[in-house]
């Protein structure tokens, strides 16, 4: 049984940073395109970052140049640091993997300050 657990988020005024960590279990990742995705109260929930096998990353626009998605396949651990945070960018994180996703985790709340 796979399960995925976010950590690593909190309340941060905006310009501020975090560094949200998903820890995998019952699955090996490293051959899978694995993402974060948020979703805000009211939204429906969208990906923000991916990152592939052997490292290529992609980033939604609203999130570019601020956010950096990385991973440790080692310790089947993915990573986003987000810098220069936002009001926007409140929201419940989570990981998973981009295709045929695993059953969601809990997630880890951000939330931002102005």
């Known amino acids: 049984q796979v399960q995925l657990v976010e950590s690593g988020g909190g309340l941060v005024q905006a310009g501020g940073s975090l560094r949200l960590s998903c820890a995998a279990s019952g699955t090996i990742f490293s051959g899978s395109r694995m993402g974060w995705y948020r979703q805000a109260p009211g939204k429906q929930r969208e990906l923000v970052a991916s990152?592939?096998?052997?490292?290529?990353?992609t980033y939604a626009d609203s999130v570019k140049e601020r956010f950096t998605i990385s991973r440790d396949n080692a310790k089947n651990t993915l990573y986003l640091q987000m810098n220069s945070l936002k009001p926007e960018d409140t929201a419940v994180y989570y990981c998973?993997?981009?295709?045929?996703?695993?059953?969601w985790g809990q997630g880890t709340q951000v939330t931002v300050s102005s």
């Open positions: 990152i592939g096998s052997i490292g290529s990353t």
């Open positions: 998973n993997r981009v295709r045929s996703p695993f059953s």
